[in-house]
């Protein structure tokens, strides 16, 4: 029941999410930006973990560049050959590839020499209960299972729900920043 109600709301939250232009969805990610920027955790961490956009997720390319700028370290998201999320360590946008589901990773299979201090999550959704989600395979969430990082949910307020359903291993955000506020 709660994967039919999980699948619902995704096919909603997503053509919700695809009407936003091009210049509204910048817009957007460029003032969650600078809310993240501004948050006493991120502002702290030495290293952080950011996500490459798909679709039409918040944009987080200038985010990552802003955070090399000033000296943190940047992990990023990939698959794994068993088929897990791990961590690594971002050099340059000018060495990634594609990867699975065809999202930009970084070439290099360096990992971090420590856990990221703050971790940025995409979503389809979040919910006022501190809940996430995410396209359905669960990579994010068996990764934050192992990691004690701060979590930071980034998304624009359209996608921001009351509740969420979700399952026992549905793992939790400290924060969630959109475009309008800052959820606790």
Known sequence: MVQHEKAILRQEMLAKRNSLSEAERKEKSDAIMEKLFEEHHFREAKCVSFYMPIGNEVDTRQMIARSVAAGKGVLLPAVASDHHLELRKFESFENMKKGRFAIMEPISEERPDEDPHVIILPGVAF???????????????????????????????????????????DQRMNMIITEKREIV
């Not at 934050?144 to 359209?158: H, Y």
């Open 127 to 169: 919910g006022l209960c501190m809940h996430r989600l995410g396209y359905g395979k669960g990579y994010y969430d068996r990764l934050l299972a192992r990691l004690p990082s701060f979590r930071i949910g980034i998304c624009f307020d359209l996608q921001v729900l009351e509740r969420l359903p979700r399952h026992s291993d």
